[in-house]
């Protein structure tokens, strides 16, 4: 896979809004995130990754989304700190109050182009 071609030393994982947008619940979105790290840490024991939250959104096409995606966030700490503690080089990043739903496109989802360039 991309690990063997590209050997990266750091990676940035902000995944779960489209589980969410597609009616996942939090407990699908976790065990999901589990399987990636688990990929992840067992090709790459020495990445150091960068766990991010799933940042806000506005948009009214998926009123349902928003308990698992508030959920997820609130999880996501203790995923990573169970990560950590295997001795693995995770960091917890904070994106939902990174990135406030002024600095949104239109959509109402993703964030401005600006935004994108401050959550690298």
Not at 13 to 23: P, R, Y
Not at 42 to 60: G, H
Not at 78 to 98: C, E, K, P, T, W
Request: glycine share 4%.
């Amino acid at each position: 896979g991309w690990s063997n071609l590209y050997h990266p030393y750091i990676i940035t994982v902000h995944l779960g809004t489209n589980d969410v947008f597609q009616n996942a619940n939090a407990s699908t979105c976790i065990s999901r995130w589990n399987q990636l790290m688990d990929a992840i840490f067992k090709q790459m024991p020495k990445v150091t990754v960068y766990a991010c939250s799933i940042i806000p959104f506005t948009s009214t096409r998926f009123p349902y989304a928003h308990q698992p995606l508030t959920e997820f966030n609130a999880a996501l700490p203790s995923l990573v700190q169970s990560f950590s503690s295997q001795g693995f080089n995770i960091h917890f990043v904070d994106m939902f109050d990174a990135v406030p739903t002024t600095d949104l496109s239109p959509d109402g989802i993703h964030p401005v182009h600006a935004r994108y360039n401050l959550m690298a």
